[in-house]
């Protein structure tokens, strides 16, 4: 067990009752019984499904990387499934959506692209969420420090639109991001500890004090987009390697 909040038969109910959940609601997709307008809402359900399990199965420790990446790959499709036509951008108004997701959705996002890049997922698959990200018109430096470690020659198309003195995204990843502009790596490191004590859990996020709530609904506070940031830049993680969001074994999974 690496998640100390909830125990082992806690997160094996979760994870059957997500497949269980996207079984039926696949099931229903296919025999045409879901109504037009709540497709994509149902599919988007999915994706977050997909997380869940992942996330719950870390926090056991007993799953393989091959059955974490046919989880991470099949959310992948779904989200290229659930969000199109500005599903997921910040809506201005007047048929006017700004190339910015809301605050749950960037995060979502994030997770995949972070656990794409830890578990090594075909191109294929991760092209895919690449896809999604330049179909929306997301330009975003933590997605593309992301992305550049597995394709370094991608070229980002313009500077982030985000509003710096409102943006949650920009004050909740702040040390974060620096870390990844960092040239010394101790220095880098110690963004990366601040960001894990001081910024991640924060009341924003999808799963904010879920691990308080009556219905099975926590699946552990992990932040694999730390992880990646770890791993891309081979930082020292032993000043933070115990910390409990960080989930470290992902960052040296394939050694």
Same mark, same amino acid.
């Given at each position: 067990?690496?998640?100390?909040?909830k125990d082992?038969?806690?997160?094996?109910s979760?994870i059957?009752?997500?497949y269980?959940?996207?079984?039926?609601?696949l099931?229903?997709?296919?025999?045409?019984?879901?109504?037009?307008d709540?497709?994509?809402s149902?599919?988007?359900?999915?994706?977050y499904d997909?997380l869940?399990?992942?996330?719950?199965?870390?926090?056991?420790?007993?799953?393989?990387s091959?059955?974490?990446?046919?989880?991470?790959?099949?959310?992948?499709?779904l989200?290229?499934?659930?969000?199109?036509?500005n599903?997921?951008?910040i809506?201005?108004?007047?048929k006017?959506?700004?190339?910015?997701y809301y605050?749950?959705?960037?995060q979502?996002?994030?997770q995949y692209?972070?656990?794409?890049?830890?578990l090594?997922?075909?191109?294929?698959?991760f092209?895919?969420l690449?896809n999604i990200?330049?179909?929306?018109?997301?330009s975003?430096?933590l997605?593309?420090?992301?992305?550049?470690?597995?394709?370094?020659?991608?070229?980002?198309?313009r500077?982030?639109?985000?509003?710096?003195?409102?943006?949650?995204?920009?004050?909740?990843?702040d040390?974060?991001?620096k870390a990844?502009?960092?040239?010394?790596?101790?220095e =880098? +490191?110690?963004? @990366? &500890?601040?960001?894990?004590?001081?910024?991640?859990?924060?009341?924003?996020m999808?799963? !904010?004090?879920?691990?308080?709530?009556?219905?099975?609904i926590?699946s552990?506070?992990?932040?694999f987009? =730390? +992880?990646a940031? @770890? &791993?891309?830049?081979?930082?020292d993680?032993?000043?933070f390697?115990?910390n409990?969001? !960080?989930?470290k074994?992902?960052?040296?999974f394939?050694n």
């Open positions: 067990m690496r998640d100390k909040l082992k038969n806690y997160f094996e979760l059957n009752s997500r269980k959940s996207m079984d039926k609601s099931n229903m997709l296919n025999d045409g019984l879901i109504k037009d709540r497709i994509l149902v599919k988007k359900m999915m994706t997909c869940q399990i992942i996330g719950a199965k870390y926090s056991i420790g007993a799953a393989s091959q059955e974490l990446k046919n989880d991470i790959s099949n959310g992948i499709q989200l290229n499934e659930a969000i199109v036509d599903k997921g951008k809506d201005a108004g007047n006017i959506f700004l190339d910015q605050v749950h959705i960037h979502e996002i994030l692209l972070s656990l794409a890049y830890l090594d997922i075909p191109e294929t698959d092209n895919v690449v990200i330049d179909r929306d018109n997301i975003d430096d997605y593309e420090f992301i992305i550049k470690a597995r394709f370094p020659d991608r070229k980002q198309k500077a982030e639109e985000y509003d710096t003195d409102k943006s949650v995204i920009l004050k909740v990843y040390k974060l991001r990844t502009k960092q040239s010394d790596k101790n =880098a +490191a110690k963004l @990366v &500890k601040f960001f894990l004590e001081k910024s991640f859990y924060h009341k924003d999808n799963s !904010y004090n879920s691990h308080k709530s009556k219905a099975n926590y552990g506070y992990w932040s987009e =730390a +992880a940031v @770890v &791993k891309i830049l081979s930082l993680d032993s000043s390697a115990n409990q969001y !960080y989930p074994d992902l960052v040296h394939n």
